[in-house]
């Protein structure tokens, strides 16, 4: 027997609920990899996983919520992992249509796994986890269009954030110039360091403008925001700089003119962690582990346990998570 968090939905209120219980592995769903979880986190999909009505994402009950998850192979009917492997899984919708990492263990495809690259160890690469992933995602394919350090400052949106505080600390090791927006006055120093230069108040780049481009300022932007802060953002690049969209957290709308991509060559680059070639995700857990510096890593995390994950899920969804959450299932 073993922990999980398991959500049960409430036949009569149709709303789910979230409480840690006792499994079997008989009740388990089918994989080719049975893993000893370690550690998992708290991204914004696993907030609305856990609201009760599963955010949309969730597709049965009961059901077992976390994006992702790092441990140790316990069994495997795969000749690519042997029992003792150290492994990571972040994507492919677990945690949402299929069974995920807030349990003792799991069981997973061998598709979905990659091996724990040399230099982390199982808790910090939940420390850094899929808003890391997809902050060092956007990273690279900002460079891959021709970003580099001395073309000028780089936004990050929502930088006191899980994405935001990694991709800080990611482009501030590898020489950039990094101007953090946040809402949040307090995480000003917080974001100093992690490596930011400037700090950007929220409310001095959240509206649109009318005109359609203003003066060229950013060499790149990594956005975890969306809606209209996109919008705006969009006529602040530079000719030819791009903007990798990673989230939506201000609105799935884009109230935006075609003048930036036409006039000055803007790229707006989509970044999606979860169904990312193997290849490329080995790629970017080893730039993780070479470019995030581990001590500013370790000064993002805050620990917790299953019991913490409902409240935590609801916090997250309000924007009241700093930094990143790192869930001990076995505390």
């Known amino acids: 027997m073993f922990n999980a968090l398991v959500m049960d939905k409430d036949e009569d209120s149709g709303l789910a609920g979230a409480s840690v219980k006792q499994l079997s592995e008989g009740d388990l769903p089918h994989g080719e990899v049975t893993i000893a979880v370690e550690y998992s986190t708290v991204n914004y999909k696993d907030g609305l996983c856990l609201s009760p009505k599963g955010g949309g994402l969730v597709r049965s009950y009961p059901h077992v919520p976390g994006v992702d998850y790092s441990g140790t192979v316990e069994a495997s009917s795969d000749g690519r992992y042997n029992p003792g492997d150290k492994v990571v899984l972040t994507g492919w919708r677990v945690g949402e249509a299929h069974w995920g990492g807030y349990s003792q263990k799991a069981n997973a495809l061998a598709d979905w796994l990659v091996p724990l690259p040399e230099g982390l160890d199982t808790r910090q690469a939940m420390a850094v986890g899929t808003a890391g992933f997809t902050a060092m995602l956007a990273v690279m394919a900002l460079e891959d269009q021709g970003m580099q350090p001395g073309n000028g ?101 884009l109230p935006a003119s075609v003048i930036p991509f036409l006039l000055r060559g803007v790229n707006l680059l989509g970044i999606d962690s979860v169904m990312q070639p193997y290849d490329n995700r080995v790629r970017a857990w080893q730039r993780v582990a070479t470019d995030l510096p581990m001590d500013k890593l370790e000064a993002m995390v805050h620990p917790a346990t299953l019991g913490d994950l409902p409240q935590l899920g609801a916090d997250i969804l309000k924007g009241q998570v700093k930094g990143r959450v790192v869930v001990n299932v076995n505390g």
């Open 153 to 253: 400052p780089v936004l990050v949106t929502g930088a006191a954030g899980g994405v935001g505080s990694v991709a800080t600390a990611i482009l501030a090791n590898l020489g950039y110039e990094v101007a953090a927006v946040t809402g949040r006055p307090e995480a000003g120093e917080y974001l100093k360091s992690l490596g930011a230069t400037t700090i950007v108040p929220r409310e001095d780049i959240n509206e649109t403008v009318k005109r359609p481009l203003e003066s060229e300022t950013w060499a790149g932007c990594i956005d975890a925001v969306g809606g209209e802060m996109l919008a705006r953002v969009l006529g602040q690049m530079k000719y030819g700089a791009s903007v990798a969209a990673v989230g939506l957290a201000g609105g799935a709308g």
